[in-house]
């Protein structure tokens, strides 16, 4: 395949980006107000920004196994949908529902019982006890509190991955901004106590974040209810919770390799991030920092998977296998043309952004650091986000659990491990090359795309 064939047409990109943009919207939007988060919390102390970093990567966990259940049967959505099918699509959602209600309610119960002990597994590094002792206070009382949004999230993400996978993603944008918006001035009013509210610090943030979880879930549910000649899955979607055994089957097979694949992927960043950290307490603050504005910068290609999974599904779902392998490939140049701009942007701003924050010297440096390092390897984990998002269109979610979370587990966490504990090397040297294992995972990608053999249609 030449250049000028692997280029679109601006029919194309219109359909696209009209996909897109709202979905990069919306993650830029709650990214951007995780940042302003961020930095209010950071401006509290540098044991505030630990003590919410590692609760939130934990809480990072349960939103990928929510994603991956999402997910797993969204391929079904996305495919019935574009067969015309809206009871397929009704039963896609109704075990959206019921799925995300058991995982939220199993999670509050691990966290809930478990939290002070993951916590502390981050505060092994070297650095002053009495740091630790107050991170620890302050990761574990911030849990306690957003704990309380896990079930909010879980029905908000079954609303909009549904309204999403049908192609409707200005919705869900609109509701991320409407909870965006409230999470914004209860962080301000919380935080630090304005026009007379009580000054909260770290688990302001916490209570804000809940409220703005029950918005959006509240937005959701009475656009769609009110729109049911637009979104005919709802019609009749409450009324029992019939779904047929056998699609239950195929749902379960499905989404289970997806909710395996996001959850030990997540627990395998956690684990890496666990690696950096054992050089020194600082890395804590400095990966908050560094992801933080990593999160806003990648909202691009992020949207573009998922923008990947709802065309090309639909164009499977509707019996058209030769097109979709002809859009996956030119929406994944795409996606990495987008990776390669906001890389370079974020390496731009890395000597900046760091100083936004109040905390040593020595924080900011390896923040700048890490930031820079992140925005070099972005055309890569493009490339790899695209080519994962390609191979699950097709239902193959057994594939994309190899490729994904096995490869972490296998390649990258052993890596980590071992460096961390039996090397010398720095904690950048040390990111450097776990991140370089990326570009082995690009060949495996370009490979399983270009092999064409996760090109079905798994709903005829």
């Not at 961020?38 to 509290?44: E, S």
């Not at 849990?143 to 999230?153: A, D, E, G, T």
């Not at 809940?210 to 979607?237: C, N, P, Q």
């Not at 890596?415 to 961390?420: H, N, P, R, T």
Request: proline share 3%; hydrophobic share 50%; with cysteine.
């Amino acid at each position: 395949m030449n250049i000028r064939s692997r280029l679109g047409t601006r029919k194309f990109y219109s359909r696209v980006l009209s996909i897109a943009i709202p979905m990069m919207l919306q993650n830029g939007l709650t990214n951007f107000v995780n940042l302003l988060d961020n930095l209010m919390i950071g401006r509290v102390g540098t044991t505030s920004i630990s003590g919410v970093a590692i609760a939130n990567q934990l809480i990072f966990v349960y939103y990928l196994l929510i994603f991956g259940a999402t997910a797993g049967v969204g391929i079904f959505t996305a495919q019935y949908y574009g067969n015309g099918d809206d009871e397929g699509v009704r039963f896609t959602f109704r075990f959206k529902i019921i799925a995300n209600l058991i995982l939220a309610v199993a999670s509050i119960a691990i966290f809930a019982f478990f939290s002070p002990w993951l916590i502390e597994q981050f505060l092994q590094g070297e650095g002053s006890p009495e740091d630790a002792a107050e991170t620890l206070v302050i990761g574990v009382n911030y849990m306690k509190i957003i704990l309380i949004s896990l079930i909010p999230i879980g029905l908000s993400s079954a609303y909009s991955g549904t309204l999403r996978d049908t192609g409707h993603t200005r919705v869900p944008m609109i509701a991320a901004f409407a909870a965006i918006s409230v999470n914004l001035v209860g962080n301000a009013l919380l935080i630090y106590g304005l026009f007379g509210l009580p000054r909260l610090g770290a688990n302001g943030a916490a209570v804000a974040t809940v409220i703005s979880r029950f918005v959006e879930l509240g937005v959701l549910v009475i656009y769609t209810g009110t729109h049911s000649g637009t979104h005919a899955f709802i019609k009749g979607a409450f009324r029992g919770f019939f779904i047929p055994a056998g699609l239950v089957r195929q749902f379960i097979l499905k989404s289970l390799p997806l909710m395996a694949n996001e959850t030990l992927w997540s627990v395998g960043m956690t684990v890496q991030n666990q690696c950096y950290s054992y050089r020194s307490l600082d890395a804590v603050a400095a990966i908050n920092i560094e992801t933080t504005i990593y999160n806003l910068f990648n909202v691009a290609f992020v949207a573009m998977g998922e923008a990947i999974g709802i065309i090309v599904g639909q164009q499977l779902g509707a019996g058209e296998i030769e097109k979709g392998k002809d859009t996956a490939v030119k929406m994944r140049d795409f996606t990495v043309f987008l990776g390669l701009v906001f890389g370079l942007l974020l390496v731009a701003i890395s000597p900046f952004f760091p100083r936004l924050y109040k905390t040593t010297d020595a924080v900011k440096f390896m923040a700048m650091t890490f930031i820079i390092i992140v925005g070099i390897y972005m055309p890569a984990m493009s490339y790899t986000h695209a080519s994962y998002f390609i191979i699950r269109a097709g239902g193959n979610t057994f594939i994309t659990f190899l490729f994904d979370s096995c490869f972490v587990w296998v390649i990258a966490v052993p890596l980590a491990y071992v460096l961390s504990r039996y090397t010398a090397v720095s904690v950048q040297m040390l990111m450097i090359l776990v991140m370089g294992t990326e570009f082995i995972k690009c060949i495996i990608g370009g490979v399983m795309v270009k092999s064409g053999m996760w090109a079905k249609n798994i709903v005829s």
